[in-house]
């Protein structure tokens, strides 16, 4: 339970000389699901993109299993769903041959679909709810059932550490909750999650741990924060853009 | 351009070494420096997942290195120019990794 699956150290990442994180340092083992909280610009998705290698830290290191990240190679053991809007682009694909797109890391070139990537898609079809879309065209999906679509895609690949950057932001309520139950069931499995939130909602009671940051660095790591103020209200759109000097008692109460 | 310090001339490539900083990326320029490539193809090559390999070709393709272009459902991706090609080949050898 207590193997690190990230490790970042004293991490610092800077654009055009203007640091957006400042000498972070954080754990994740296997087995938890922490949320990193933060305003719009506090660095919170800049925190994910280092740990995918996706912006290049400028001091401080980072270690997927055991690997420092430049010598990391076993990316299938790792399922990422990026910050996005819908999964079609226009593109007539059915749920299921979304969903089945993401065996092919894990795949290979060579060898065709099998027995074990169809149990691997229908069970990740399960997993979000949509089994009984699976051969509906993507584009016919509610935006939450798109988002769920691509999370069933990330979990066909069998990952070991599901990487997510605001996965309910403009989600329906019921997209939610199918997404909390995916997700718990994922790290009953021994997964481990690490997701990027504005707001938790449905989410909060499968969150084990919180990482809040604030101007480039962590200023709350523990317990789920209350959230605060109107952003408390249930019908509170969230989906609105945030000043970056937000204050971080937003999420520290 | 009015500077004291001289080496604005600098930022381009730095730009492109910064793009070209990832081993995954350096990766994928060197499987595109033998054709153009879909998305799914660099996926089973790089065994790396698809939102993940995109997001490192959304690197590249910002720093002028690929360019994308419609190929039926999927985008094909290739490199801009072949000389970038060669500066990774260079640097694969010089680091004594080839």
């Known amino acids: 339970m207590s193997a690190p699956v990230i490790t970042v150290e ?83 694909a059915t749920v299921r041959e979304v969903v089945a797109s993401g065996r092919l890391a894990r795949r290979g070139v060579l060898r065709p679909p099998g027995r074990a990537d169809r149990a691997a898609v229908d069970a990740a079809l399960r997993a979000v709810g949509l089994a009984d879309r699976a051969a509906d065209p993507v584009s016919t999906l509610s935006g939450g059932q798109q988002q769920r679509t691509l999370i069933a895609r990330a979990l066909a690949g069998q990952p070991e550490l599901l990487i997510l950057d605001e996965p309910t932001a403009g989600v329906d309520a019921a997209s939610q909750e199918a997404f909390a139950g995916a997700l718990r069931h994922f790290v009953a499995d021994g997964g481990t999650v690490l997701l990027v939130a504005h707001e938790l909602g449905p989410l909060r009671p499968v969150i084990s741990r919180a990482v809040v940051v604030h101007q480039g660095g962590i200023c709350h790591d523990g317990a789920v924060p209350d959230p605060a103020g109107h952003h408390a209200e249930p019908d509170h759109d969230h989906v609105h853009p945030h000043g970056p000097d937000e204050p971080a008692g937003l999420w520290s109460n | 351009m009015t500077s004291a310090t001289g080496y604005e001339g600098f930022d381009g490539a730095s730009e492109l070494l910064r793009a070209l900083s990832a081993p995954i990326r350096l990766a994928i320029v060197s499987e595109l420096a033998g054709g153009e490539r879909c998305v799914h193809e660099l996926v089973e090559k790089l065994g790396a997942a698809q939102p993940l390999v995109s997001q490192h070709l959304r690197v590249l393709r910002g720093a002028g290195v690929v360019r994308g272009s419609r190929r039926g459902r999927e985008i094909a991706y290739s490199l801009v120019d072949e000389h970038v090609a060669h500066i990774v080949a260079d640097a694969v050898s010089h680091a004594g990794e080839g």
Request: positive net charge.
């Open chain 1, 10 to 92: 004293h991490g610092v990442v800077g654009y055009d000389g203007r640091p957006v994180l400042r000498d972070v340092s954080l754990t994740v083992t296997a087995g938890e699901v922490a949320a990193v909280l933060g305003a719009n610009g506090s660095g919170k998705s800049t925190l994910i993109r280092a740990v995918l290698g996706l912006v290049p830290l400028s001091a401080g290191s980072i270690t997927l299993f055991d690997r420092p990240l430049r010598q990391f190679r076993q990316w299938q053991r790792i399922g990422y769903v990026p910050q996005r809007l819908g999964a079609g682009g226009g593109v007539p």
